[in-house]
């Protein structure tokens, strides 16, 4: 079974979902799981996933959706963490990409949502762009597991994540000829700790990139960690379900 653990396809780009849902079962994705970033796009992912038996969701704010937040205290997103097949609080975190001016409140939230995701015994999603450091500061010794989501970090702390029991998330840029460090990382962390992804409809995988991502393309990441380990891409599939079943449940 193929699983797709981080994708956004309630994406207007979509003009066809059920298509893009279909193309991702003929093509062995068998689970996926859709991932809110603000109240919005939550509410679209809780949608999806009560209509497809199969799609499961996580919810939360994100870092560069923050200023935006006009309820102070994310009533609307504990009233979503009480509906069914809600499995991780995400995608949370930190981003100094694109504004470094208001790393206070993105740090804020972040820890908001970690005392969340402890009040209701879920694991979190993490979105870090540009801040390890201070996300590894922050999630180290907080309490809850969770994933790196589209990890980008070095080799070093993807050791040190691990060894804290944290997972890391395996997209399309595995596939890309020049992604030395992904390469490298998914070489030396034991499969235990991976898990895949697409982030769809960003960051498409070797030979669509460019192009709009669909969770269909779980599985060239799938081969591509199994070519870099020299495993077979059964063996891969097998222990990412068993890890996608430790972490999230399903």
């Not at 809600?86 to 972040?110: M, N, P």
């Amino acid at each position: 079974m193929i699983i797709d653990t981080h994708m956004h396809i309630y994406d207007d780009r979509y003009l066809d979902k059920e298509k893009v849902i279909q193309n991702a079962l003929d093509n062995g994705v068998e689970k996926m799981i859709v991932i809110g970033y603000d109240k919005e796009s939550s509410l679209k992912a809780l949608e999806l996933a009560k209509k497809y038996d199969f799609i499961y969701l996580a919810v939360g704010l994100h870092p560069s959706e923050v200023l935006k937040e006009e309820d102070k205290d994310l009533g609307w997103l504990t009233d979503i963490l009480d509906k069914e097949k809600v499995i991780a609080i995400g995608e949370i975190g930190l981003d100094y990409y694109w504004d470094k001016s208001f790393i206070d409140e993105q740090k804020h939230y972040f820890k908001k949502q970690i005392e969340l995701a402890k009040k209701y015994n879920l694991p979190i999603i993490i979105h870090n762009r540009d801040a390890m450091q201070d996300t590894f500061d922050i999630i180290k010794d907080c309490g809850v597991r969770g994933v790196l989501h589209c990890y980008g970090g070095s080799l070093e702390m993807a050791r040190e994540l691990v060894k804290k029991g944290w997972y890391l998330g395996i997209g399309g840029v595995v596939t890309f000829k020049n992604a030395r460090i992904i390469k490298e990382v998914v070489k030396e962390i034991d499969l235990r700790y991976l898990i895949t992804e697409t982030d769809s409809p960003y960051l498409a995988p070797t030979p669509h990139r460019g192009e709009l991502n669909e969770p269909a393309y779980t599985k060239y990441v799938v081969s591509e960690i199994a070519s870099i380990k020299g495993i077979t891409i059964d063996e891969v599939e097998k222990q990412v379900e068993e890890n996608v079943k430790n972490l999230f449940g399903i």
